[in-house]
């Protein structure tokens, strides 16, 4: 195990953002890169459902290969499922411990936090390495989670937990929050329901992330790795704008919305009527 570094604000590389929050860590242990660039938090429940699980999958790989970092705890459930996202799609992440960073926890995914360093994002910490994973730690390091990250994400989450104190600290920053909607009766949909009544942004798949992210974090790098949304198709000539509406379930308004998205990051060209694939 390489030997962490430990920063501290005011220098080099502790992360601006995360200076402006009310309580910045004193210090930071960090394995890995702490890359530049916005940053999205992607967290949840560890008592997932496999539907929850996919869809912060999903997520995680969405933000990566818009070229934004992603953000988690590394905890069982929706985090885990979030930073494999940003590795199947080749992204980066930081996953932030309630424990040294030569601690891992849960054990399992010291594996998973070993492919976050390698594949150039970090490992970090507040606490000192050797640091076991006491439970009352967790709390208190969500507030690095949200204040590294832009915006915060709640994939699924009960009524009470660490997902919904990363919410609660991600607006006292300032910080734009989202949550997904879900059965009203499903325990893991309470608390994302919840943050939904009480003001968050309500999205309904990695799709519609992205475009709600384009509009707080401006759109995905072109050339970042996005690539057209899975069910959409462009033919190598291009098509008529109304072909594409047509071919594509026919509602125009959100389709014209998406183009509009595709063109920003480069994935289309509108010229003359015309949709054609490619910058």
Known sequence: MSSPAEVVPGVGAYPALLETIEDPPHRLWVRGVLVDGPAV???GTRRATRYGLELAR???AAVARAGWTVVSGLARGVDGAAHRGTLDAGGRGIAVLGSGVDVWYPPE???LGEELIAGGGAVISEYPPGTRPDAWRFPRRNRIISGLSRAVVVVEAADKGGALITARLAAEQGR???AVPG???RRTSVGTNLLIRDGAVPVLG???LIEALSLV???PKPGSGARLPEGISIPPGGMPVDDFIASHGGDGPKLLRLLGRLEAEGLVRIQGGEVMAGG
């Open 41 to 43: 938090a992607v967290v």
């Open 58 to 60: 999903q997520m995680g």
């Open 109 to 111: 995914h010291a594996g």
């Open 176 to 178: 734009e929050v989202f």
């Open 183 to 185: 059965d009203v009766n």
């Open 206 to 208: 990695a799709d519609d």
């Open 217 to 219: 974090l401006g759109p």
